[in-house]
């Protein structure tokens, strides 16, 4: 059993849903209290004890290439100000050289399109997949539990979580079958099925281990209705010769392609920090009873 060294970012998307601040500034960079939202997904792959980081990227996304780079003059002018802390911490976030590989994905055909292009860096071997939009909070690391569950069954490992029966259309759910360790065999996977087809309210994540006979079967993959190569479709395949496990996430996960899981994100991370917990409880709190307020006089001038 390969050990799974490598991981990849697909971070091409437009993120068309938080235009204008998307114009110029690509989505995984907007910030969750202080930090981009990919260096979030970035440091939970390094405490799975992934070497290998690959952005798959797309046009006017250089800006994440630079913020993984060495600033050399932002360094100095730190040391020359006895910035220390700050220092020492950029530096710990900043990846090795030789550790970061980036790929253009020319066209917007979809996220199995994009794993598709990260083929040659990966190779002939299991690799992470890790969407920055879905950021998760949990004492241990979603990813670092998966690959302790890969080092017991091997295969292809996916995340799963619950999400409420009227939200079941929107996601890739899969089907639940025996316990295995701290996982359980995956009987079925379908992209946002149609009503009546819904093998449980288990949703894929955001998080996989893939074995590297995906990519032959993306290869050969036609597009959808959309113009897109779906991943589940290609797993589905993949499936029938190779085994599929589930890993039930049981920590927050917060969906920050959405403008409202992108401020959930920012309020959840912002109380799990004890420097503005406090402050930000008593912030909420004002504003909460200001909304009261305004929504009862509305509510009274209506009525």
Known sequence: MHKVRKAVFPVGGLGTRFLPATKTVPKEM?????KPVI?????EARAAGI???????????????DYFDAQVELYTTLAARGKKEELEHLKDIQPHPGTTSFTRQQQPLGLGHAVWCARELVGEEPFALLLPDMLMQAK?????????????????????????????????????????????RITTMVEKPQKG??????????RYILQAGI?????QQECDSDNEIQLTDAMLKLS?????????????TFDCGSKTGFIKANVAFALARDDLRDQVI????????DAIRKRASYMDTEG
Do not use: W
Not at 30 to 34: A, H, P, R, S
Not at 215 to 219: R, T
């Open 51 to 65: 070497e290998h980081l690959i952005f798959v990227t797309g046009r006017s996304k250089a800006v994440i290439e």
């Open 215 to 219: 990519f032959k079967i993306l290869e």
């Open 39 to 43: 260096q979030y997904v970035v440091d």
């Open 240 to 252: 029938a010769i190779e085994p599929f496990y589930g890993f039930h996430f049981r920590g927050k």
């Open 197 to 206: 087809k819904i093998p449980s309210n288990l949703y894929i994540n955001g």
């Open 140 to 184: 241990k690391g979603c990813l670092s539990e998966m690959v302790e569950l890969y080092g017991k069954t091997g295969g292809n490992i996916v995340s799963v979580q619950e999400c409420r029966p009227e939200e079941a259309r929107q996601y890739g759910l899969i089907g639940k079958g025996c316990s295995i360790a701290h996982g359980f």
């Open 282 to 289: 008593l912030t909420l709190n004002d504003l909460l009873k």
């Open 30 to 34: 907007l910030t969750v209290v202080d």
